[in-house]
């Protein structure tokens, strides 16, 4: 299935407001040694839009994320991003020791290396900004507190204050609300709805349905394919959620490379289902 540009953008027109796109990918595929984990993607993201990516173990939504991110380079097609400002990504597993002396202040100040880099100075207001990062996830009074003193939870409040402080205008999160309790999920869904009412473009990765049919107004179901983007409602259907499952059963990861420079190349004669 390969998804037109022109459908994926219809969901904005059906509201009766027609937004910019943020993104724009035109016929990506995305992989590891030119064998593809997502292939042949034509999709419009509106910028301002709150959207999760969902499909089966293995569907490649940690791989379009890093594409997204621009830790990938496309095997095929491209990724087209027409918004400006900063992109930030939260990645299902952060390289940070949580065995190392750093406190939370240590950690969420990390968030302005754009602005002070390597040598720079933290005046005062930088770090009263610092704090209010920290205010805003529900951690006042953690600035002292080292990473291993902290909750699954109490870590992600801290990455997601280190965010804040990007100021970006494009969020790519991995799974952000895993191993998370209920009480830290909902305030930081109430960080992304507010990210968003900024105008800012939010795409996470996520598992549970129920929650993304709860909080996000878009899906894109994925199964190495798109398999329906649109209003959350009208994704997640069962007929969908079949398909996606069926499709990514079908994938045969032994296929042979990709070869997308063969003229008229298409997934299921090269790499998709076996």
């Known amino acids: 299935m390969r998804s037109s540009v022109a459908d994926v953008g219809a969901a904005g027109a059906a509201a009766g407001v027609e937004r910019a796109p943020a993104l724009v990918l035109h016929d990506l595929t995305l992989g590891y040694d030119r064998h593809p984990a997502v292939h042949h993607l034509d ?35 491209r990724i087209e991003r027409r918004v400006a400002g900063r992109l930030a990504f939260l990645p299902q597993q952060v390289e940070i020791d949580r065995e190392f002396p750093a406190t939370v202040l240590d950690t969420v100040s990390m968030g302005l290396w754009h602005e002070v880099g390597a040598f720079g100075g933290f005046d005062a207001g930088r ?44 969020l790519l999160l991995d799974e952000p609300f895993s191993a998370v309790d209920e009480p830290t999920t909902e305030a930081l869904l109430a960080l992304l709805e507010r990210w968003q009412g900024e105008g800012r473009t939010v795409i996470a990765v996520l598992h549970d349905l129920a929650l993304v ?37 079908a994938f045969d990861d032994a296929a042979a490379p990709c070869d997308a420079e063969a003229p008229g190349a298409r997934p299921h004669a090269h790499h998709a289902h076996g």
């Not at 600035?143 to 494009?170: I, K």
């Not at 894109?220 to 398909?243: D, I, K, N, S």
């Open 43 to 77: 999709l419009r993201i509106a910028a301002g839009s709150l959207v999760a990516v969902v499909g089966p173990n293995g569907a490649g939504k940690s791989t379009l994320l890093k594409g997204l991110a621009g830790l990938l380079t496309p095997i095929g097609g």
């Open 127 to 170: 770090r009263a900004r610092c704090r209010a990062a920290i205010d805003a996830v529900g951690l006042a009074g953690f600035e002292r507190r080292t990473l291993d003193t902290l909750s699954g939870g109490q870590f992600q409040r801290v990455l997601f204050a280190r965010l804040l402080l990007r100021d970006a205008s494009l």
């Open 213 to 249: 049919r709860r909080h996000f107004p878009q899906t894109l179901l994925l199964a190495r394919e798109a398999v329906a983007f649109g209003p959350t409602a009208a994704v997640l259907t069962p007929a969908h959620l079949q398909r996606a499952r069926g499709m990514s059963e």
